[in-house]
């Protein structure tokens, strides 16, 4: 679970004063990132590549949350993506504390999903774009 | 992005499914209905939603929707035990999760009503409804009455059966 923010790393992070963000700080800029990561396309019916959000790893334990880790064509992080269920966060259920994939985080995009394989119910994407130029790598 | 990763033909009526090859050759009419979405993902739909064909039509569900999979299911208590709403004694038939650009095919002889949706997206609307023939066809069944365990969304994305049969095809609302 080395996306969990272990106690060393938040103790760290608290000395630094650094801003609130829990980094998954083994993820690898180039993908494959190691196991428990795995290939949302081997895990269900979806496109290796999902335009606007890349090719997409993640800890099944961690579903359906994530956080995903999109990678763009050449293998490269561009992004990591939250998927909250509507319905669960109107239930009162919250999502806290979520690694992210660098904490180079240059912009974020919000929006609805009506839902697809691994992530049936409406929710919302929240995505984190890692370097000016992630959105356009991940466009197509 | 060719619609020939999978191709597979149902045969309504028959009982027999088949798969087949991206050459074999189909006799009688071919019409198509597309998966589509929004690049987003915020709105999915079956285009046409409604679409009148003539008895030995075989139909094609095509995915063109690049970021998401999708299915065609009827509606019936064998599949995943849900209402009937195609006609007694035409065979069920289940497209499974289609990629983009994946195809599959289903043959339809029994006049009547065929209801079916998108296993993940019923609960969006991603419905549709097919009229097979004309009331003053023999053998011919209307549509379901009951609405059993549908929910409101999926209801209200059915065209009317007149509606289909005026039009030949209805888009789904706000598709050209
Ligand atoms: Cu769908």
Redesign the pocket.
């Known amino acids: 679970m080395f996306l969990n923010l272990s106690a060393a790393t938040f103790g760290i992070a608290l000395m630094l004063a650094a801003p609130g963000l829990a980094q998954a700080e083994d993820v690898p800029e180039a993908a494959p990132p190691p196991a428990p990561y795995a290939k949302v396309s081997d895990l269900v019916a979806l496109p290796d590549f999902l335009p606007g959000l890349g090719t997409l790893f993640v800890d099944p334990a961690t579903l359906p949350a994530g956080p995903f880790l999109g990678y763009d064509r050449d293998g490269k992080l561009a992004a990591t993506i939250f998927m909250t269920p509507i319905e669960d966060l109107q239930g009162g259920t919250s999502y806290n504390d979520l690694a992210v994939g660098s904490n180079d985080v240059s912009s974020v995009d919000i929006y609805y999903n009506a839902g697809h394989p691994g992530v049936e119910k409406p929710h919302a994407h929240v995505v984190l774009f890692h370097g000016a130029d992630a959105k356009a790598r991940l466009a197509e | 992005m060719m619609p020939n990763r999978r191709q597979v033909l149902a045969v309504g009526g028959g009982g027999v499914v088949a798969l087949i090859g991206p050459a074999f050759v189909l006799a009688g009419p071919v019409e198509e209905i597309r ?1 589509q979405g929004t690049s987003r993902g915020e709105h ?1 739909w079956f285009a046409p939603v409604g679409l009148a064909v003539a008895a030995g039509t075989t139909l094609r569900f095509v995915n063109l929707d690049p970021g ?1 999979s ?2 065609a299911t009827c509606y019936h208590p064998t599949l995943f035990d849900r209402p009937q709403r195609i006609p007694a004694g035409a065979t069920p038939w289940d497209s499974d999760f289609l990629l983009p650009g994946d195809s599959f095919e289903v043959l339809l002889t029994l006049p009547g009503v065929y209801d079916f949706y ?1 296993l ?2 019923e609960h969006a609307g ?1 419905v549709g409804r097919i009229v097979v023939g004309t009331p003053g066809d023999a053998g011919w069944q209307g549509a379901a009455t009951e609405a059993g365990d549908l929910s409101a969304v999926a209801l209200d994305g059915f065209p009317s059966v007149e509606a289909i049969l005026k039009a030949g095809r209805v888009m789904p609302p706000g598709q050209p």
């Open positions: 998966m999915v998401n999708h299915t998108c993940p997206h991603m």
